[in-house]
């Protein structure tokens, strides 16, 4: 399994980026994707979190309203919209995937639960 993450970048505050995570490997349909992110001398958080099919998104508080996870299974690739950006959002953000069962609803937001991980892309916003 591969997960590739792009998209980063040096971006000001208040302006967008938007990440993908292309996934190989693995029948991207069966699988729970998650964004996570790391700063720099602290530890990896959870950022967004899409079911299988793609209805059920859950995000921490403090990027609700300015990101948005979504996928595509027809490309095996999902996304993180991230617009109104802080620089507080600055770090290395991860894309990872859970295999999930299709009647489970309740979303997973700790990295632990995740079985794939990707190499991650660094996200700076400058003051």
């Known amino acids: 399994v591969q997960l590739q993450a792009s998209g980063g970048g040096l971006v000001q505050a208040g302006g967008s980026l938007r990440l993908s995570c292309a996934a190989s490997?693995?029948?991207?349909?069966?699988?729970?994707m998650g964004w996570f992110r790391q700063a720099t001398g602290k530890e990896r958080e959870f950022v967004a979190t899409i079911n299988w099919s793609g209805d059920i998104t859950y995000y921490r508080d403090s990027v609700k309203g300015r990101f948005t996870i979504s996928r595509d299974n027809a490309k095996n690739t999902v996304f993180l919209q991230m617009n109104s950006l802080k620089p507080e959002d600055t770090a290395i953000y991860y894309c990872a995937a859970r295999r999930q069962p299709s009647y489970r609803t309740i979303p997973y937001s700790s990295g632990t639960q995740y079985d794939y991980w990707g190499q991650g892309t660094l996200v700076t916003v400058s003051s």
């Open positions: 490997g693995l029948t991207f349909s069966n699988y729970a």
